[in-house]
């Protein structure tokens, strides 16, 4: 089964870090781009970032430019997202998922379950 | 305030036909194909539509996609009432070097 599960979640004062992650299995990972996508409670969907397949390109979203790092191990098929200087408008529920084989195509047809991020003192 | 337009919601009797909009621009939807995501209550959004009018394996052909110039529909015919959830369109930008979303639409089943 193609399955992706997120971890590390948790609540978090302003201005400090969290590392996400992200477990794949049942599809090769190390083909395909991946993309961190967030919710923000009651609101829309937004991009956070992506990296490719090789790790050797990753793309952020405006908002966490410059604050925010996606990495990969495609020997341990995992997914990672460093956060740092973390701000209260980054309280989201955030999801890894899978984007196209070899190619970028902003399209997410594998989803983890999600895992909250709450920035608050 | 999100790229895409969506309206914040829409409804329909059972077995009703209904569509949502999502409206972009020339360097959105106008460049690129749209995709379609369904987000039951407490849930993952799942892929409804990729490609403008692709439904992926165990999607059912009740759902479909167009697409004409910066606009895209989702289409939703046999209205069930386990169709009452959140659907948000999405495509990539190329002004933004990244994927964009609609704000999403709420489907109530009257």
């Known amino acids: 089964e193609v399955q992706l599960v997120e971890s590390g979640g948790r609540l978090v004062q302003p201005g400090g870090s969290l590392r996400l992650s992200c477990a794949a299995s049942?599809?090769?990972?190390?083909?395909?781009?991946m993309t961190w996508v967030r919710q923000a409670p009651g609101k829309g969907l937004e991009w956070v970032a992506n990296?490719?397949?090789?790790?050797?390109?990753?793309y952020y979203g405006d908002s966490v430019k410059g604050r925010f790092t996606v990495s990969r191990d495609n020997a341990k098929k995992s997914l990672f997202l460093q956060m740092n200087s973390l701000r209260a408008d980054d309280t989201a529920v955030y999801y890894c998922?899978?984007?196209?084989?070899?190619?970028?195509?902003?399209?997410?047809?594998?989803w983890g379950q999600g895992t909250m991020v709450t920035v608050s003192s | 305030q999100s790229v895409l337009t969506q309206p914040p919601s829409a409804s329909g009797t059972p077995g009703q036909r209904v569509t949502i909009s999502c409206s972009g621009t020339?360097?959105?939807?106008?460049?690129?194909?749209v995709n379609w995501y369904q987000q039951l209550p407490g849930t993952a959004p799942k892929l409804l539509i990729y490609?403008?009018?692709q439904r992926p394996s165990g999607v059912p052909d009740r759902f479909s996609g167009s697409k004409s110039g910066t606009s895209a529909s989702l289409a939703i015919s046999g209205l069930q009432s386990e169709d009452e959830t959140d659907y948000y369109c999405?495509?990539?930008?190329?002004?933004?070097?990244?994927?964009?979303f609609g704000g999403g639409t709420k489907l109530t089943v009257l």
């Open positions: 999405g495509a990539w930008d190329d002004s933004l070097n990244g994927p964009v």
């Open positions: 998922t899978r984007d196209g084989k070899w190619e970028l195509l902003g399209a997410f047809d594998v």
């Open positions: 049942g599809f090769t990972f190390s083909m395909y781009w």
């Open positions: 020339s360097s959105n939807i106008g460049s690129h194909t």
């Open positions: 990296i490719k397949h090789d790790g050797s390109v990753a």
């Open positions: 490609d403008n009018n």
